[in-house]
């Protein structure tokens, strides 16, 4: 470690101002950073600080989804066998998976950074960490079988667009993990919806077991296959085809502790979520035109990605909506509209990043609202308080 | 009538080095120092100068923003030197004490039988003045201003901060000779708020012409500006007054004894003070005297004040005009190696993302690292878990950083000071400077108000 610390010391005059390599500042400080807590010390304001910083948060976050990560992976592989009637042991599936996924999560870090570590250059900011959750997330919401190329393009517009053009991290309006799933959706649909891009090798049909359908939960339902649906326990545990790691409830549940028991992630946007998906479930319930109308409403938070985008993607502080009351408004609105676009309109098989996205956009209006009701509260207060 | 307060939001963080109630009487320190930055908003004129003899009470200097507002000599001697800083300001007026202490007469009174008028000149002439604290902003009132009512706050929560009850034992009759003074000065109430969680001591049950406000509840339900929000809340119009208990000692003893006795006891705190005591002194004493062989090894923060909102001072500074307490903890200047990943056993957070929340009942030695770089506004809602006001304060700071004025002020900005939001800047993740962002949106308001 000293050593280590010593060999930074001597090369960091090279990246400072005036040194050799002093365009590259950022970068060299993002290692030394990540190596190091800097010696800096408070010099105005609180003496003392809490030993929480941003890169403590992202790691959390980033930890909270390696559930889901791993239960993908062995899915990934599970899903394969299944589809061309392959007898293979525990750790034989997972590899498959691993190896089927581990590029995914290359691609998005190594182009999603280089963009980041550009940006941060050129405005001489510091690289931002906020990266390390969206390079992950951004895996585990595509199809398995999505080409690389495409995650590359779509992250690398995601972080542009979707950050960089509103100024960074912290200023974005639109998750970006999202935005680059939004991208893939709407420039390639062929490979983001349908049925047979969720099972990693049908995609060309070769070998398969015959009459195997590739279809997630929500295809069967929309399609009016209600007993087609898989068994609600699978669909909890996750040994469905679907979304890298958006399949296994109980994976997501168990990020969704972590996050709640650390307080990173913001309980009150989960809760209200489900609670909005429910409310819409029943609401669907009462009419119950149709058979998948009439799904449980319970059902609905385990199927899809419903579950995975309440947990990690919803309450992504940023995007969200900022005061604590807007937060449940925020949160049930999206459970609300991701089942109801979900249900009832036949274009999108899911409608859970629509629902995100769209109450991105909306959750500053929320907070203005309730800022302003906070504001006439307290002059109420004190213009009651004023008695003399 | 008295009310009943339980605050839930806040934040107690547990540090080492409380101070044991054991009250020692040191010698006297040789210097002693009045610091115009202890005070926000005013201008001081010199009246005297290097070498002139002074008593305690004599004028120092004066506000030239108002004129009457003097700031008097803690002790009788002579003046060693003004030190000035940058564009020649003054940045402190030291004192060497002389062998016995004189002091300017001011004439003993029942301040019940005198008028207000009477009052705020004597308040005026002796330096008391300066002892009261305006909202909004908390600067030093206008002379011929009056509040709708004054607050005192007659416990701290912040960290390791003195107990009052017993700071304030046996002295009674000073209490409330400075309450009756405050009693003159106010058509209004006089809240004398305590804390609701242990038994009130007899020196507060004894006090009359008050009203009595229990308050319980973490950091910073101790803090006049989460009190008045709570009793008596301030927005553009109005004006509440608020002081500290032992300074209250200081209004009563002028009237009680005609003189003025700046004496204070001090809590002497920090993980890094061999034997945290308290420690009977006078305002502006140099803490050489209570610091000799006292403390840990060199590489220290010595701090006027609390960890919180206290000053930084040299290791043979002053304490400040209004802190009771001095802290001396670790200084920070030190790499961790990867501090991501570390479990962190030994690091307190406001958040459980350390295995520390395995031992709540552990007290830390905290020192003074940032603990990570300062980022853009990342998380919300962490200010609001620590702030018992109806204030959305992670929204008013961002207001203050875009300089929107009227944001600012129907955010709250009336109803807060830096002490009250420096909980916020302990537990931001994004290391953001709170509270000189908050006195630079004071400032701003203050400009556009006047």
């Given at each position: 470690m000293k050593l280590l610390r010593e060999k930074l010391d001597k090369i960091k005059p090279h990246f400072q101002k005036g040194g050799r390599f002093e365009k590259l500042h950022s970068t060299f400080d993002a290692f030394e950073t990540f190596l190091f807590v800097p010696d800096r010390v408070t010099d105005r304001g609180a003496h003392i600080r809490d030993a929480i910083d941003m890169k403590r948060t992202m790691i959390i976050v980033v930890v909270a989804m390696i559930p889901t990560l791993l239960f993908g992976m062995w899915n990934v592989g599970y899903q394969h066998n299944i589809a061309f009637g392959i007898d293979a042991g525990f750790w034989e599936t997972f590899w498959y998976g691993f190896l089927e996924v581990l590029p995914i999560i290359i691609v998005s870090y190594v182009s999603g950074l280089a963009v980041e570590f550009a940006f941060a250059q050129i405005r001489g900011h510091e690289v931002n960490e906020g990266f390390l959750v969206t390079g992950m997330l951004i895996p585990l919401i595509v199809?398995?079988?999505?080409?690389l190329w495409m995650v590359s393009v779509a992250t690398i517009f995601a972080v542009i667009i979707g950050k960089e053009a509103f100024g960074g991290t912290g200023m974005n309006i639109l998750n970006p993990a999202l935005t680059a799933r939004a991208f893939l959706f709407f420039a390639y649909p062929i490979y983001m919806s349908g049925d047979d891009v969720w099972i990693s090798g049908i995609m060309n049909g070769e070998g398969m077991v015959d009459g195997f359908s590739g279809a997630t939960p929500l295809a069967h339902a929309a399609q009016g296959n209600i007993e087609s649906v898989p068994s609600a326990m699978e669909m909890f545990i996750g040994t469905?085809?679907?979304?890298i790691g958006e399949t296994s409830t109980i994976a997501i549940l168990l990020g969704a502790a972590l996050l709640w028991f650390t307080g990173i992630g913001s309980v009150r946007i989960m809760a209200s979520v489900f609670a909005g998906g429910l409310v819409m479930g029943l609401i669907l319930n009462a009419f119950a035109a149709n058979p998948f109308m009439e799904i449980p409403a319970w059902e609905h938070l385990i199927m899809g990605g419903f579950a995975f985008g309440a947990v990690y993607m919803a309450t992504d502080p940023v995007t969200a909506s900022q005061t604590n009351r807007g937060k449940y408004i925020y949160g049930f609105l999206i459970g609300l509209l991701a089942i109801l676009i979900r249900v009832l309109n036949p274009a999108f098989p899911e409608g859970m990043m629509l629902a995100i996205l769209f109450m991105n956009v909306f959750a500053p209006l929320i907070d203005y609202n309730v800022m302003q009701a906070n504001i006439r509260r307290r002059i109420k207060r004190a213009s009651e308080g004023s008695d003399n | 009538m008295s009310k009943v307060i339980k605050l839930k939001k806040g934040l107690d963080i547990p540090l080492k080095g409380k101070a044991e109630r054991i009250l020692i009487k040191p010698d006297m320190p040789e210097l002693f120092a009045v610091k115009p930055s202890d005070f926000h908003g005013i201008r001081p004129k010199m009246l005297v100068h290097p070498d002139d003899p002074v008593k305690a009470g004599t004028p120092l200097f004066f506000d030239k923003y108002n004129p009457d507002v003097y700031f008097t000599s803690p002790v009788s001697g002579k003046i060693v030197e003004v030190n000035r800083g940058a564009?020649?300001?003054?940045l402190e007026v030291i004192i060497k004490k002389g062998d016995t202490m004189i002091y300017e007469e001011f004439g003993k009174a029942d301040p019940l039988s005198l008028s207000s008028e009477e009052i705020v000149s004597r308040l005026l002439k002796s330096g008391l003045w300066p002892l009261l604290k305006q909202r909004p902003f908390g600067l030093i009132p206008k002379p011929e201003q009056r509040p709708r009512s004054v607050f005192i706050s007659g416990f701290d929560t912040a960290p390791l901060a003195p107990d009052y009850d017993f700071v304030m034992k046996d002295s009674g009759d000073e209490f409330q000779a400075g309450i009756n003074v405050l009693r003159q000065l106010t058509e209004g109430k006089v809240h004398l708020n305590v804390c609701g969680d242990y038994p009130l001591s007899s020196v507060y049950e004894n006090a009359t012409g008050v009203q009595l406000n229990y308050f319980s509840g973490?950091?910073?339900?101790?803090?006049p500006g989460v009190q008045i929000h709570h009793l008596d809340p301030i927005h553009k119009k109005g004006k509440v007054w608020h002081i500290a208990p032992q300074d209250v000692l200081i209004l009563g003893r002028l009237f009680l004894n005609g003189v003025v006795d700046f004496s204070r006891t001090v809590a002497l705190t920090?993980?890094?003070?061999?034997k945290p005591r308290y420690y009977k002194t006078v305002m502006g004493a140099s803490v050489n005297t209570i610091l000799k062989d006292n403390v840990k090894k060199a590489g220290l923060r010595y701090i006027s004040g609390n960890v919180l909102s206290g000053k930084k001072i040299p290791s043979d500074g002053f304490i400040g005009f209004f802190d009771s307490q001095v802290t001396v903890i670790p200084e920070g200047n030190y790499h961790r190696f990867m501090g991501w990943a570390d479990p962190g056993l030994d690091r307190f957070s406001a958040s459980r993302a350390f295995f520390s929340w395995l031992m709540p009942s552990r007290k830390y030695v905290h020192d003074?690292?940032?603990n990570g770089g300062p980022r853009a506004y990342v998380m919300t809602g962490e200010y609001e878990k620590v702030l018992p006001m109806d204030i959305i304060a992670q929204q008013l700071i961002k207001a203050i950083i875009v300089e929107d004025i009227d944001k600012m002020e129907n955010l709250g900005i009336y109803e807060v000071i830096e002490e009250d939001l420096a909980l916020c800047e302990y537990v931001c993740t994004s290391k953001t400077e709170v509270q000189s962002i908050l006195r630079s949106g004071i400032e701003m308001m203050i400009k556009e108000t006047s």
């Amino acid at each position: 470690m000293k050593l280590l610390r010593e060999k930074l010391d001597k090369i960091k005059p090279h990246f400072q101002k005036g040194g050799r390599f002093e365009k590259l500042h950022s970068t060299f400080d993002a290692f030394e950073t990540f190596l190091f807590v800097p010696d800096r010390v408070t010099d105005r304001g609180a003496h003392i600080r809490d030993a929480i910083d941003m890169k403590r948060t992202m790691i959390i976050v980033v930890v909270a989804m390696i559930p889901t990560l791993l239960f993908g992976m062995w899915n990934v592989g599970y899903q394969h066998n299944i589809a061309f009637g392959i007898d293979a042991g525990f750790w034989e599936t997972f590899w498959y998976g691993f190896l089927e996924v581990l590029p995914i999560i290359i691609v998005s870090y190594v182009s999603g950074l280089a963009v980041e570590f550009a940006f941060a250059q050129i405005r001489g900011h510091e690289v931002n960490e906020g990266f390390l959750v969206t390079g992950m997330l951004i895996p585990l919401i595509v199809p398995v079988d999505v080409p690389l190329w495409m995650v590359s393009v779509a992250t690398i517009f995601a972080v542009i667009i979707g950050k960089e053009a509103f100024g960074g991290t912290g200023m974005n309006i639109l998750n970006p993990a999202l935005t680059a799933r939004a991208f893939l959706f709407f420039a390639y649909p062929i490979y983001m919806s349908g049925d047979d891009v969720w099972i990693s090798g049908i995609m060309n049909g070769e070998g398969m077991v015959d009459g195997f359908s590739g279809a997630t939960p929500l295809a069967h339902a929309a399609q009016g296959n209600i007993e087609s649906v898989p068994s609600a326990m699978e669909m909890f545990i996750g040994t469905i085809p679907g979304s890298i790691g958006e399949t296994s409830t109980i994976a997501i549940l168990l990020g969704a502790a972590l996050l709640w028991f650390t307080g990173i992630g913001s309980v009150r946007i989960m809760a209200s979520v489900f609670a909005g998906g429910l409310v819409m479930g029943l609401i669907l319930n009462a009419f119950a035109a149709n058979p998948f109308m009439e799904i449980p409403a319970w059902e609905h938070l385990i199927m899809g990605g419903f579950a995975f985008g309440a947990v990690y993607m919803a309450t992504d502080p940023v995007t969200a909506s900022q005061t604590n009351r807007g937060k449940y408004i925020y949160g049930f609105l999206i459970g609300l509209l991701a089942i109801l676009i979900r249900v009832l309109n036949p274009a999108f098989p899911e409608g859970m990043m629509l629902a995100i996205l769209f109450m991105n956009v909306f959750a500053p209006l929320i907070d203005y609202n309730v800022m302003q009701a906070n504001i006439r509260r307290r002059i109420k207060r004190a213009s009651e308080g004023s008695d003399n | 009538m008295s009310k009943v307060i339980k605050l839930k939001k806040g934040l107690d963080i547990p540090l080492k080095g409380k101070a044991e109630r054991i009250l020692i009487k040191p010698d006297m320190p040789e210097l002693f120092a009045v610091k115009p930055s202890d005070f926000h908003g005013i201008r001081p004129k010199m009246l005297v100068h290097p070498d002139d003899p002074v008593k305690a009470g004599t004028p120092l200097f004066f506000d030239k923003y108002n004129p009457d507002v003097y700031f008097t000599s803690p002790v009788s001697g002579k003046i060693v030197e003004v030190n000035r800083g940058a564009r020649r300001k003054i940045l402190e007026v030291i004192i060497k004490k002389g062998d016995t202490m004189i002091y300017e007469e001011f004439g003993k009174a029942d301040p019940l039988s005198l008028s207000s008028e009477e009052i705020v000149s004597r308040l005026l002439k002796s330096g008391l003045w300066p002892l009261l604290k305006q909202r909004p902003f908390g600067l030093i009132p206008k002379p011929e201003q009056r509040p709708r009512s004054v607050f005192i706050s007659g416990f701290d929560t912040a960290p390791l901060a003195p107990d009052y009850d017993f700071v304030m034992k046996d002295s009674g009759d000073e209490f409330q000779a400075g309450i009756n003074v405050l009693r003159q000065l106010t058509e209004g109430k006089v809240h004398l708020n305590v804390c609701g969680d242990y038994p009130l001591s007899s020196v507060y049950e004894n006090a009359t012409g008050v009203q009595l406000n229990y308050f319980s509840g973490p950091h910073p339900a101790g803090n006049p500006g989460v009190q008045i929000h709570h009793l008596d809340p301030i927005h553009k119009k109005g004006k509440v007054w608020h002081i500290a208990p032992q300074d209250v000692l200081i209004l009563g003893r002028l009237f009680l004894n005609g003189v003025v006795d700046f004496s204070r006891t001090v809590a002497l705190t920090g993980s890094e003070v061999l034997k945290p005591r308290y420690y009977k002194t006078v305002m502006g004493a140099s803490v050489n005297t209570i610091l000799k062989d006292n403390v840990k090894k060199a590489g220290l923060r010595y701090i006027s004040g609390n960890v919180l909102s206290g000053k930084k001072i040299p290791s043979d500074g002053f304490i400040g005009f209004f802190d009771s307490q001095v802290t001396v903890i670790p200084e920070g200047n030190y790499h961790r190696f990867m501090g991501w990943a570390d479990p962190g056993l030994d690091r307190f957070s406001a958040s459980r993302a350390f295995f520390s929340w395995l031992m709540p009942s552990r007290k830390y030695v905290h020192d003074t690292n940032y603990n990570g770089g300062p980022r853009a506004y990342v998380m919300t809602g962490e200010y609001e878990k620590v702030l018992p006001m109806d204030i959305i304060a992670q929204q008013l700071i961002k207001a203050i950083i875009v300089e929107d004025i009227d944001k600012m002020e129907n955010l709250g900005i009336y109803e807060v000071i830096e002490e009250d939001l420096a909980l916020c800047e302990y537990v931001c993740t994004s290391k953001t400077e709170v509270q000189s962002i908050l006195r630079s949106g004071i400032e701003m308001m203050i400009k556009e108000t006047s």
